[in-house]
């Protein structure tokens, strides 16, 4: 029996220290090396306070600011043990609704979205959380649909709003892959540094 679990042993330690710790290291190292802003979280700051990141949706709801993606998140329910309530933009607890196509919840949910949008085609981005609930990201259109809205209430021309919003525009990586995107949190940061 020893001289089978013995071997056996050292190969786990071995894989263990090899797969468990050496590889994650080196890839965390490579990581830092190469991509340093990603590997780091591609966090952002003002006046030296990190106030975001570039990868987890914040919610803006004040008419002067762009608005993401309705957010699926939750948190535990304090008042009902074993059940969770809706916390939009909860970071810590990233998630997808669980809601199916044949939802009505989810339905409704998406009814009174497109009817708070105003006038049809409403892009889907705009009444469909993502998969994580945090997406950073809407479709130009979204963005073009609040650009009246942005500008109304900051009191600026509409082509000053769609010139920076032209410039915030991210193509496709590569230019294969994805969709074009505009990144919420960037674009709201840049229309409070227009003066």
Known sequence: MNTLFRPALALVLLLTLLLGVAAPLAMTGVAQVVF???????LIERNGQVIGSALIGQNFAEPRYFHPRPSATTE??????GSTRAAPYNAASSAASQQGPTSAALLEAIRTRVAEAGPAPVPADAVTASGSGLDPHISPENAARQVTR??????????????????YTEGRELGLLGEPHVNVLRLNLALDDLR
């Open 150 to 167: 942005v500008a109304t209430a900051r009191g600026i021309p509409e082509e000053r709003v769609r010139a920076l919003l032209a410039q």
């Open 76 to 81: 535990p329910d304090p008042e009902n043990e």
């Open 36 to 42: 340093p802003t990603q590997a780091g979280g591609s």
